[in-house]
């Protein structure tokens, strides 16, 4: 399975969109690019994942680019309660599901 | 529907002991996973199954043996416990193709 490049923190003022960026140059066809997200150390909770095109839901919505190298995560009003680290994931068809360092997102008041 | 549970949620050991983790999940889902998380760092796949009587290694899974005996459970042992495998341990669980994992609360071990 593909790897990913995250930075390893975010700062985002509280009521502004979070855009969180994900590198995964080597990615393969039949890959999907995953996010989830981990608050105060609890289990990660899933938020969006998706192929090729770019995908909405209560959540987040995720943007992934044309040559499917890149992708973004925007959550459209961050609030404190956002607060977390954010994992972006490449997943193909051996099941596996390997967690990078992820990105720590801090939204500030 | 209790979705993943881990068992216990807490655990010490003296080094050199044995223990095994229980993950157990009502969703009816092929995969499931064991993962070890450390102060400060991501979470590490140790061992994964894609179905019943199935095993695989992940990342680091020296240590660490499993099994799936039933689809429904998936048990983590470790055989002579070491201080280096004090952590947090995950368990997650997903259905077959492209879908979300559900993960546990976690079990904090300490190995002294």
């Known amino acids: 399975d593909a790897k990913t490049t995250q930075p390893p923190s975010m700062d985002c003022a509280e009521g502004r969109a979070a855009n969180l960026p994900c590198n995964h140059s080597?990615?393969?066809?039949?890959?999907?690019v995953y996010w989830y997200r981990q608050i105060h150390s609890q289990g990660p909770q899933y938020i969006i994942h998706?192929?090729?095109n770019n995908e909405t839901n209560e959540m987040a919505s995720l943007i992934i680019t044309e040559d499917r190298k890149s992708s973004t995560l925007i959550l459209p009003h961050a609030t404190l309660r956002d607060t977390a680290v954010y994992y972006c994931?490449?997943?193909?068809?051996?099941?596996?599901?390997?967690f990078g360092q992820g990105t720590t997102l801090q939204v500030k008041p | 529907n209790a979705g993943v549970t881990q068992t216990p949620k807490f655990r010490v050991l003296k080094t050199g002991q044995s223990m095994t983790l229980l993950c157990a999940q009502d969703?009816?889902?092929?995969?499931m996973y064991w993962y070890r998380q450390d102060p400060g760092m991501g979470l590490r796949l140790i061992h994964y199954?894609?179905?019943?009587?199935?095993?695989a290694k992940g990342e680091v899974p020296d240590g660490y043996n499993v099994s799936r005996l039933k689809k429904q459970n998936f048990l983590l042992g470790l055989e002579s416990a070491a201080p280096s495998q004090t952590s947090v341990y995950f368990c997650?669980?997903?259905?077959?193709?492209?879908?979300?994992?559900?993960f546990g609360q976690g079990t904090r071990l300490t190995v002294v």
């Open positions: 969703m009816n889902h092929e995969y």
């Open positions: 994931i490449v997943r193909g068809n051996t099941g596996k599901l390997i």
């Open positions: 080597t990615i393969s066809g039949n890959e999907y």
């Open positions: 998706g192929l090729k």
């Open positions: 199954s894609v179905g019943e009587g199935t095993t």
């Open positions: 997650a669980s997903s259905d077959w193709g492209n879908t979300e994992a559900f």
